[in-house]
């Protein structure tokens, strides 16, 4: 059984961890994995491979990142991208696929997978917002780089007095800001899901004021759109198609000091959440994950994610998780952060 294996899309810390798990549980079962570079790019040009070794996997468990490079690119969008992919597997004699990525990824393995190739996906997202899956490799590392950004952020807005307004990741979930907004102890949450005025987000700041609060924190989600705001950054595209989100915190900025005379400054954490060592959560998760790839394997139980669902990892369709709803932020979740401004 010789195993391919790739991470596609964003990075986020867990990806070598799980290129750890999945290697080291298929050398235990005789098998021969591979490493495939540069996600569905790679193998649509020159199907680079690096050999899977248990000596090329020694010490990758606590890096960020991932030793197999990425790309965004989707076969899919080019005429003849999925019969290269399937020339190149057949050219390197693979029996099957293990993808590690975010929905787009996922769903080219979906669509790889109908054309017969024997495919299993892993989840990994910041945004955690796969549907299928309770919880995304990186996730929990990236909340906590939030939290402690908030932390690192709440004395000097504490001491100049200012409002300081966080923007963190998260296209159309809100799940980072919200957990990473609520153990940071941010003030005020802006997320995609909650619709929020600007003159709402001003009140409660005004609110803060007169309980004798001289600073706020508030954390915003890149890709939540304030009812009101009069300039929205603008929109580029990348080569890709992808929409390049940040900036929504220096619009909102200039907007709420207007309204409510605070002096107002701007961090965005951008990549800053992407890096780093991955948590123990995340460690444990995308070992879980990545043994659990190769267990279906082993079973011949194909076109299947791995997801987490009620603290356990479990197998389920990618046709179930890729075309249901996505995996959106809990509101009663959101609705208690308003209890702890």
Known sequence: MKIGVMTGGGDVPGLNTAIRAITKRAFSEGYEPVGIKNGWLGMMEDALTIPLTLEAISGILPRGGTILGT?????????????????????LGLDSLVVIGGDGTLMTALRISKLGIKTVGIPKTIDNDIAGTDYCIGFDTATNIVMNALDNLRTTAESHHRVIIVEVMGRDAGWLATLGGLAGGAD????????????????ALRERHRRGK????????????PKGLKTMPETVVDKMGYIKLGGIAHALAPELEALTGYET???ILGHLQRGGSPSAFDRVVATCMGNMAVELIKNGTFGMLVAYRNGNVVPVSLDEALNGKPHKLDLDLYRMTRYFS
Do not use: C
Request: hydrophobic share 40%.
């Open 214 to 225: 001289t600073f706020s924190i508030v954390a915003i989600a890149e890709g939540a759109k």
């Open 71 to 91: 790309s965004r690119n989707d076969p899919f969008d080019y005429e003849d991208g999925p019969q290269k992919v399937l020339d190149n597997i057949k050219r």
């Open 188 to 203: 005020v949450i802006i997320v995609p899901e909650v619709e929020m005025g600007v003159e709402d987000i001003a009140e």
């Open 265 to 267: 400054r701007v961090t």
